[in-house]
């Protein structure tokens, strides 16, 4: 059972669920286990992101404070409902569906007296669709470009951080599934110190809600959003060199191989290219400018939900999307 008091937990499990009536229960007991073991007050929030079947019953049951969405939002909606209810200085996000190992929290929360956000990186020995894994290999590659720094698991929802940092970066985060990506690049590009630990993931209980023809692109348009968001010119200098190298060679080859002058498209695609890249230096400095002014404000803080039962079933409406 959860460890009770009227002092603020300092630490706070946020597992977003949807439709987990299976698994549920085991995993919270596995989390209290881990957590009783480590002498720290804690608090386990299950957002039940509208589910239909036990997820809920099941989750007050086993000894956890139940968030519930009155229909289904998104994995990233829960998680923001979660972090905005917690009340721990650090939070832990896993999954309830029995794919992240409880008994890795330990490993996690160690990384975390030295770095700002730890994530869990699956490792080749978890049991995964090689589909995912090749997916999961382009979206580290290119948020790697991004970031400037190796990006060992853009999408692993397993992690811990600090507290402030999580509120402060909550308003970023999509509804949807890709909330892990928007808060690592977000991390990242902050200035924040990241840690990866390799983990070994189980293979969900019950069927995935990811499918990859349907959310693969929409992944990928998240990561170019994010990066426009956080880094523009990563973004806009390839697309200007690209396209200025189109004009250049197809200038020279009417006048090599065509014996032609050298023409109004290649003048039109080298001007489009210095303008993309122009957009993009604005576009640097507009970034710049908000992460200035986001420092100068501060880090937005949330006050806690204080004499709240642990095992009480509260009724949330979530905000709007605000995606970058």
Known sequence: MPIRSTISPTISVIMPAF?????????????????????????IIVVDDGSQDETARRAHEAGARVIAHPYNIGNGAAIKSGIRHAQGEILIMLDADGQHLPEDIPRLLEQLQTYDMVVGARTHESDSDWHRDLANKIYNWFASYVCGRQIDDLTSGFRAMKGHIARGFVYLLPNTFSYPTTLT????????????????AARRVGKSKIKLFKDGPRFLLIILK?????????????????????????????VLFLSSRYGPTSAMLMTVAVLVFLVGLVSEQVAQ????????????????????????????????????
């Open 289 to 324: 400018l908000r992460f200035e002014v986001r420092e100068r404000a501060g880090t937005q803080e949330y006050l806690p939900i204080l004499d709240t039962p642990y095992n009480h079933i509260e009724k949330v409406t979530p905000e709007k999307e605000t995606v970058p």
């Open 185 to 200: 690049l977000a991390v990242v590009r902050s200035g924040y110190t990241l840690r990866y630990v390799p983990i070994k």
């Open 19 to 43: 439709y987990e009536e299976a698994v549920i229960a085991s995993v919270i007991e596995r989390v209290h286990t881990v957590l009783q073991e480590l002498d720290q007050t804690y608090e």
């Open 226 to 254: 994010v990066a426009t968001f956080f880094s523009p010119l990563k973004v806009f200098i390839p697309a200007s060199i690209a396209m200025f190298a189109v004009g250049v060679g197809y200038g020279l080859f009417k």
